[in-house]
């Protein structure tokens, strides 16, 4: 099993992208998938999470300005992200439970500069 994020990349504040985390091989279940991001100098936190059934979740600092929804026929989840600040600035990984195991995948970098 895989996770591959993507769609990261150089931003305007204002600005929108949306980040993509697909999985691959053999999955029999995908349960919550989560974002995360690690700024410069800064630890990883953990950003919005979208459960089997569709429930999500956003920290503070997110809510109302990114949401996370999924396509379970792609086993694919996204991140959609508007009015990006600079304190977005930060490489983005996906997390997921897939088959009762957690899968991490490869940051992708969201750059948000004038």
């Known amino acids: 099993v895989q996770l591959q994020a993507s769609g990261g990349g150089l931003v305007q504040p204002g600005g929108s992208l949306r980040l993509s985390c697909a999985a691959s091989?053999?999955?029999?279940?995908?349960?919550?998938i989560s974002w995360y991001r690690q700024g410069p100098g800064k630890q990883r936190d953990w950003v919005a999470a979208?459960?089997?059934?569709?429930?999500?979740g956003y920290a503070d600092s997110v809510k109302g300005r990114f949401t996370i929804s999924r396509d379970n026929a792609k086993n694919t989840v996204y991140l959609q992200m508007n009015s990006l600040k600079p304190e977005d600035t930060a490489v983005y990984y996906c997390?997921?439970?897939?088959?009762?195991?957690?899968?991490w995948g490869k940051g992708t970098l969201v750059t948000v500069s004038s």
């Open positions: 997390n997921a439970d897939i088959n009762s195991m957690d899968y």
């Open positions: 091989g053999t999955i029999f279940s995908i349960n919550v």
């Open positions: 979208i459960s089997s059934g569709g429930s999500t």
